[in-house]
């Protein structure tokens, strides 16, 4: 069959690598009147490759409806609406699936990953368990299984979830079962144990390979050259009212907790790790000065291309918020974007959450992210990976005096009354009386805080390291050779990791 003109146009421009001509195009086969599977099936596939959840998900709507009761169908809409917010819609079709299929374990699973998003965890805990009745073996749902429960010492689901794990001692799913040991070692205090369960699951993540970071240094150079102070101190007469929350900070720093805490407030809308501000980068993303001049001369103007950033991303925003103004957006690769935002919407507030690096580091190892991220499982490659990602934020400090503020996680968890209120003041948004209450709103969290955040606020992650310090010596080793500061070096003989 012959492509539908859009979508071979959408196509043929990410073969050229001209991304800037690829959402238009794309957009319009989205929204077909009719289509087939293939035509359907093409929409998906492209928009997924480019970050698009919107657009994949209508499509994976039309998809299905071309066959209800197709089940593969109806996962791949499942996991579309989850990915765009819509997590109750997800739950309800995984439900649907499991009734349908009561022998698969792989609706409990996603049944019970909905669940858990929207902080119903006895639910999810109990939807994990007939996944691990019904596959013994399945290494996702003891994972997810175990971030959810406290294990005991002589807890029956512990030995259980070791016998599983033996299973998968050598192979690569072998890497869930090790995280999910890890989390039950930590529970029950042997912290030996944990460690090792950790770093074995490191190491089947990693499968042998060793992370590159010159690659993300090189990137990160670019990007910078792209957005100088002089570009950025420029006045391109642009007059946008609207006012989103973009949030950086490394994984695991807290971004989280500041994105929960502000949508205390009803002008605040969670947006959570939105792709959209790359969307509207497409067309010089990754940046650089080359592919950034080439997108300016295309538009016209700076003003031009500036505008049209700010069209797209906000356009994308009130299609699935709808609104712009105090959505919070944490999109993991935001931080490369930051130039892009503050020249296309200059009321943008653009906050920084910071934390001690070891903590961060040591949270993001004895974690294995769903969507990859290989400097993670490594100590050298975590301390290359937080000192670069603070360069680039101290550029952005530097070229945009008084536009973005800092907070300290620390801070933030200890004197929350008056860092709180900084930041609220920062958003131009009233603090509500009941903001402490935020770990009792409603809504999905999809990060690995999703736990964390559903507590009242506590101190309990500060200086979390500690108990695993006679481990961590190779990664205190890795951050003063990256310049990165960390505490004093044990004062005793013990192991080091």
């Keep these: 069959m012959i492509a539908h003109p859009d979508l071979a146009a959408a196509s043929a421009a990410l073969a050229e690598q001209r991304l800037g001509n690829l959402l238009e195009p ?42 209800p009761k197709d089940p593969g169908r109806r996962a791949v809409e499942m ?49 994990l368990r007939r996944a691990t009745r019904r596959a013994p073996g399945m290494p996702l749902a003891w994972e997810r299984f175990a971030s959810l429960k406290t294990f005991t010492t002589s807890d029956p689901d512990l030995a259980a979830l070791e016998r599983a794990s033996l299973q998968f001692s050598n192979q690569p799913d ?32 990693l499968g042998g390979r060793m992370p590159r970071m010159d690659a993300f240094f090189a990137q990160a150079a ?20 609207e006012r989103p929350i973009l949030v950086i900070g490394t994984p695991r720093s807290g971004t989280t907790l500041l994105e929960r805490i502000l949508a205390a407030s009803p002008a605040v809308t969670s947006g ?14 990754p940046p650089s000065p080359a592919r950034v001049a080439a997108f300016v001369r295309l538009a016209g103007s700076e003003a ?24 919070v957006d944490k999109g993991l690769v935001n931080y ?22 070891i903590d961060v580091a040591w949270s993001c190892f004895r974690r294995r992210f769903h969507d990859g991220l290989a400097w993670s499982y490594n100590f050298e490659s975590l301390a290359a990976f937080i000192r670069g990602y603070g360069d680039i934020c101290a550029h952005w400090q530097r070229v945009l005096p008084g536009r973005i503020l800092t907070v300290e996680f620390e801070k933030l968890v200890t004197d929350p009354e008056s860092e709180t209120a900084r930041v609220f003041e920062f958003v131009g948004i009233e603090r509500p009386k009941d903001w402490q ?61």
């Design 304 to 327: 031009e291309a500036w505008q049209q950033v700010a069209e797209t991303y906000v356009r994308k925003l009130v299609v699935r918020f709808g609104r712009a103004n105090g959505v």
């Design 26 to 67: 794309l957009e319009r086969a989205a929204t077909l009147a009719s289509g087939d599977a293939v035509h359907w099936r093409g929409v998906i596939d492209l928009a997924m490759r480019i970050g698009d959840d919107d657009l994949a998900a209508i499509a994976a709507a039309r998809f299905r409806a071309l066959m």
């Design 336 to 357: 490369l974007y930051v130039g892009a935002l503050a020249l296309a919407l200059p009321q943008a507030r653009i906050i920084h959450v910071r934390r001690d690096p």
């Design 174 to 205: 072998g890497a869930a079962l090790a995280y999910a040991l890890g989390k039950a070692y930590d529970d029950i205090g042997d912290v030996d144990r944990a460690f090792d369960a950790f770093r074995r699951g490191a190491a089947h993540t």
């Design 437 to 497: 209450s935020f770990h009792q709103k409603s809504g999905a969290v999809h990060t690995s805080s999703q736990l964390q955040v559903r507590r009242p606020l506590n101190s309990d992650g500060v200086g979390a390291w500690k108990r695993y310090e006679r481990h961590l010596g190779p990664l205190f080793d890795a951050l003063a050779r990256f310049g990165v500061p960390s505490p004093p070096q044990p004062a005793s003989s013990s192991p080091r990791g």
């Design 272 to 285: 959570g790790e939105l792709k959209m501000l790359r969307l509207a980068c497409l067309g010089f993303s």
């Design 79 to 127: 996991e579309l609406l989850a990915e765009t917010g819509a997590t109750r819609q997800a739950l309800t079709l995984a439900r649907r699936l499991e009734s349908d299929h009561p022998t698969d374990a792989r609706w409990p699973l996603l049944a019970g990953t909905y669940l858990a998003r929207l902080g119903l965890e006895d639910e999810a805990i109990g939807a």
């Design 222 to 241: 670019e990007t910078l050259a792209a957005f100088p102070a002089e570009r950025l101190a420029a006045d391109f007469a642009t007059d946008r009212p």
